[in-house]
């Protein structure tokens, strides 16, 4: 009698796991990722069925699928890490003057969404950096970084005058 689907894979769980997890650990140089790395492994293993209980070297195949995962991985960090932007180019943009008893809603250009003001008042007046805001929304800290820099730009727009001293206004 064959034994049942989920205990063959909770064997190549446990064979395996470990290798897999130490691999991607080395490779990652970050212990969290391996981890949902090796779970996904294991998820693409579930997926494939009971195609996969007649191969003949499942720890073969748990090793390519872990390799194609990390190229995965790899990609995403190098896309990521094209968009984002460093704290030191970002010094360009000041905060604004503010005067006594001022507060930086009352500074802000009425034009800036209500996410874009909330941003700045966390990067300026609560002078929190990219990754606490990140932890605060709930986003990842390329995104924080990505939306900040917009919303400076977007500043800057708004705070910028045009010829006759009017500042821009978005159609």
Known sequence: MSKPKDDWVHQLYIQYAPDLYRIAKYRLQDPEMAYDLTQEVFLTLLDKGEAMKDHPNPGGWLMVTLRHKLGHAFDRRAARAQHEVPDQA??????????????????????????????????????????????????????????????????KHYLTPTEGGIPHEKA
């Open 90 to 155: 970002l010094a360009w943009l000041a905060a604004p003057d503010r005067r006594a008893g001022e507060s930086l809603d009352e500074i802000l250009p009425r034009q800036l969404s209500q996410r874009d003001k909330e941003l700045l008042k966390m990067a300026y007046e609560e002078g929190l950096s990219y990754q606490e805001i990140s932890r605060r929304l709930n986003v990842p800290p390329a995104t924080c970084g990505t939306w900040l820099y917009r919303a400076r730009q977007r500043c």
